[in-house]
């Protein structure tokens, strides 16, 4: 059962040339053929850059103004900001030497320990899963926005269905979809940004807003440091799904070139998106807008993108808002359950998971893993009908997961990062490497235990412990699958001498 190398093994797609990655399946073992290398420069990037665009600019992002004053809110978003860029380099660096799916439980296991591994794999896995469920159901009740007399479970179902279906045909078939469906969040945040510029500099609105929010009672800054700590959070949230870079690498056509160049995009796009979308929203509505925390609770009509949209003279602004959120949402789901069903194959393939997880397709899609995933999906969205307090525990497991992959992410890095230059290697021998070590993985590691331990400090201040547990669960369970999989197999923390650092030969030149 165990892997006892604990190396993570890399998956069984072929390189371009058509040479066998290692670690796949062997001449005659037909029982898999493996992922394929499928996926394009362009479907990465995108899928990378859509990762992190979604509900959380759309809708909650006006409420850091809110809480902490738009120069608190900017301060949020760009040290967060930062902290990815640098967690992102790291990911970068160990996706290049070792491009595989599944990445984070491999790099794990590889760099750290098998238990690591274990416990990280399979947590990200039924995060990924649950999410999907919490997407469907969100997507139901965007589409009763226009038909509000149709029941939702049945929208539920469809949008299942279809995510289900585009995932099991071909991985380019997934890389496409995710593109467009990017592609339409990045025009919208575009076409926002230019509509607000014009509206700042009375380009398009008379008088001119001009930056009078900025300096509005208590701004820029209110609240001061809890303030913009507490905002963190939000902002944190904002991020999450930019590690899918990771997962792609394993069914990229070139992750040495691919996933760089993703990076480097994803970085300079973050800044603008994020940093100039907030900067926007901060001088079009005061921090004291009433509207701003509605957006956050879901109300499309409060959006600050609708509501931006609307004084710009944009009478459907709330249908439009609503069609894009929407978009946003699918595109959630339809990554969400590549990588849950990524993540479940790797597991599978470094023997952490029932080998049926492991076979794939004649076109590369480990369809097990897949079925699987959506029945998860499905069984989680119907203890939201049946069941509606399982299902908020079920969603509260899943919600610091993110956060606590970006650890091992950081964690695998310095590890690898300390072991390639212990054994002898210099850093130029790496494809790509990440820039300002150790300050990367060392930033990213801190903030990202500060951000999981400041979820809920009211809960403590008063010991509700239902809240702390609601809050915080999914913490003892990656440590019950840590601790439970060392006991079972006695597995240690590898040397830095003894951590294997060879590159992959999976045709990264």
Same mark, same amino acid.
């Given at each position: 059962?165990?892997?006892?190398?604990?190396?993570?093994?890399?998956?069984?797609?072929?390189?371009?040339?058509?040479?066998?990655?290692?670690?796949?399946?062997?001449?005659?073992?037909?029982?898999?053929?493996?992922?394929?290398?499928? @996926?394009?420069?362009?479907?990465?990037?995108?899928?990378?850059?859509?990762?992190?665009?979604?509900?959380?600019?759309?809708?909650?992002?006006?409420?850091?103004?809110?809480?902490?004053?738009?120069?608190?809110?900017?301060?949020?978003?760009?040290?967060? &900001?930062?902290?990815?860029?640098?967690?992102?380099?790291?990911?970068?660096?160990?996706?290049?030497?070792?491009?595989?799916?599944?990445?984070?439980?491999?790099?794990?296991?590889?760099?750290?320990?098998?238990?690591?591994?274990?416990?990280?794999?399979?947590?990200?896995?039924?995060?990924w899963a649950i999410t999907v469920a919490v997407d469907i159901s969100t997507?139901?009740?965007?589409?009763?926005?226009?038909?509000?007399?149709?029941?939702?479970?049945?929208?539920?179902?469809?949008?299942?269905?279809?995510?289900?279906?585009?995932?099991?045909?071909?991985?380019?078939?997934?890389?496409?979809?995710?593109?467009?469906?990017?592609?339409?969040?990045?025009?919208?945040?575009?076409?926002?940004?230019?509509?607000?510029?014009?509206?700042?500099?009375?380009?398009?609105?008379?008088?001119?807003?001009?930056?009078?929010?900025?300096?509005?009672?208590?701004?820029?800054?209110?609240?001061?440091?809890?303030?913009?700590?507490?905002?963190?959070?939000?902002?944190?949230?904002?991020?999450?799904?930019?590690?899918?870079?990771?997962?792609?690498?394993?069914?990229?056509?070139?992750?040495?070139?691919?996933?760089?160049?993703?990076?480097?995009?994803?970085?300079?796009?973050?800044?603008?998106?994020?940093?100039?979308?907030?900067?926007?929203?901060?001088?079009?509505?005061?921090?004291?807008?009433?509207?701003?925390?509605?957006?956050?609770?879901?109300?499309?009509?409060?959006?600050?993108?609708? @509501?931006?949209?609307?004084?710009?003279?944009?009478?459907?602004?709330?249908?439009?808002?609503?069609?894009i959120v929407l978009t946003a949402v699918l595109s959630a789901a339809n990554? &969400?359950?590549?990588?849950?069903?990524?993540?479940?194959?790797?597991?599978?393939?470094?023997?952490?998971?029932?080998?049926?997880?492991?076979?794939?397709?004649?076109?590369?899609?480990?369809?097990?893993?897949?079925?699987?995933?959506?029945?998860?999906?499905?069984?989680?969205?119907?203890?939201?009908?049946?069941?509606?307090?399982?299902?908020?525990?079920?969603?509260?497991?899943?919600?610091?997961?993110?956060?606590?992959?970006?650890?091992?992410?950081?964690?695998?890095?310095?590890?690898?990062?300390?072991?390639?230059?212990?054994?002898?290697?210099?850093?130029?021998?790496?494809?790509?490497?990440?820039?300002?070590?150790?300050?990367?993985?060392?930033?990213?590691?801190?903030?990202?235990?500060?951000?999981?331990?400041?979820?809920?400090?009211?809960?403590?201040?008063?010991?509700?412990?239902?809240?702390?547990?609601?809050?915080?669960?999914?913490?003892?369970?990656?440590?019950?699958?840590?601790?439970?999989?060392?006991?079972?197999?006695?597995?240690?923390?590898?040397? @830095?001498?003894?951590?294997?650092?060879?590159?992959?030969?999976?045709?990264?030149?």
């Amino acid at each position: 059962m165990t892997d006892k190398k604990g190396t993570g093994e890399p998956d069984s797609g072929r390189s371009p040339d058509g040479s066998q990655v290692p670690g796949g399946p062997q001449a005659g073992d037909t029982r898999s053929s493996g992922v394929q290398r499928n @996926l394009k420069t362009r479907h990465v990037s995108m899928i990378a850059l859509g990762g992190c665009i979604g509900t959380g600019l759309f809708m909650t992002s006006g409420s850091t103004i809110a809480q902490a004053g738009p120069g608190g809110g900017l301060v949020a978003y760009l040290a967060m &900001g930062i902290m990815v860029y640098f967690l992102m380099t790291s990911l970068g660096e160990l996706a290049t030497n070792l491009p595989i799916s599944g990445s984070f439980a491999a790099y794990n296991a590889r760099y750290v320990d098998p238990a690591l591994g274990f416990a990280m794999g399979w947590n990200y896995w039924l995060n990924w899963a649950i999410t999907v469920a919490v997407d469907i159901s969100t997507a139901a009740l965007l589409i009763q926005f226009w038909l509000p007399d149709t029941p939702g479970w049945i929208w539920s179902l469809i949008v299942l269905v279809a995510i289900f279906l585009i995932n099991a045909l071909t991985v380019s078939a997934f890389g496409e979809t995710e593109f467009w469906l990017s592609l339409i969040k990045v025009v919208t945040v575009i076409v926002f940004l230019v509509i607000g510029f014009a509206m700042i500099f009375g380009i398009m609105y008379h008088p001119a807003v001009g930056f009078k929010n900025f300096t509005y009672k208590e701004a820029p800054f209110v609240g001061g440091i809890p303030a913009i700590l507490s905002v963190f959070l939000i902002a944190g949230f904002s991020f999450q799904g930019t590690e899918l870079i990771g997962v792609t690498a394993g069914e990229s056509k070139d992750p040495g070139k691919a996933v760089p160049k993703a990076i480097k995009d994803v970085f300079w796009r973050i800044l603008i998106f994020y940093i100039l979308s907030i900067f926007v929203i901060a001088a079009l509505i005061p921090y004291t807008s009433p509207n701003l925390l509605s957006a956050a609770d879901g109300d499309i009509a409060m959006s600050p993108f609708t @509501l931006v949209f609307q004084r710009a003279g944009l009478a459907s602004a709330a249908s439009v808002m609503n069609a894009i959120v929407l978009t946003a949402v699918l595109s959630a789901a339809n990554s &969400g359950t590549y990588a849950s069903t990524r993540m479940l194959y790797a597991l599978a393939k470094d023997h952490y998971a029932p080998k049926i997880f492991e076979r794939t397709t004649r076109h590369g899609i480990p369809l097990a893993a897949l079925a699987a995933t959506a029945f998860v999906s499905l069984a989680t969205f119907a203890s939201s009908i049946f069941g509606q307090k399982i299902y908020l525990w079920l969603v509260a497991a899943s919600g610091l997961t993110g956060f606590i992959a970006w650890i091992g992410i950081a964690l695998s890095h310095y590890r690898f990062r300390r072991a390639f230059t212990l054994q002898g290697h210099k850093v130029s021998e790496l494809k790509y490497h990440a820039k300002l070590f150790p300050l990367g993985p060392i930033l990213a590691l801190v903030l990202c235990l500060v951000v999981i331990a400041g979820q809920n400090l009211e809960a403590f201040a008063t010991w509700n412990w239902q809240e702390i547990g609601v809050t915080y669960i999914s913490v003892p369970l990656v440590l019950v699958l840590y601790f439970g999989y060392k006991i079972k197999n006695h597995t240690k923390i590898i040397p @830095l001498k003894d951590i294997d650092v060879s590159p992959a030969d999976s045709g990264t030149e």
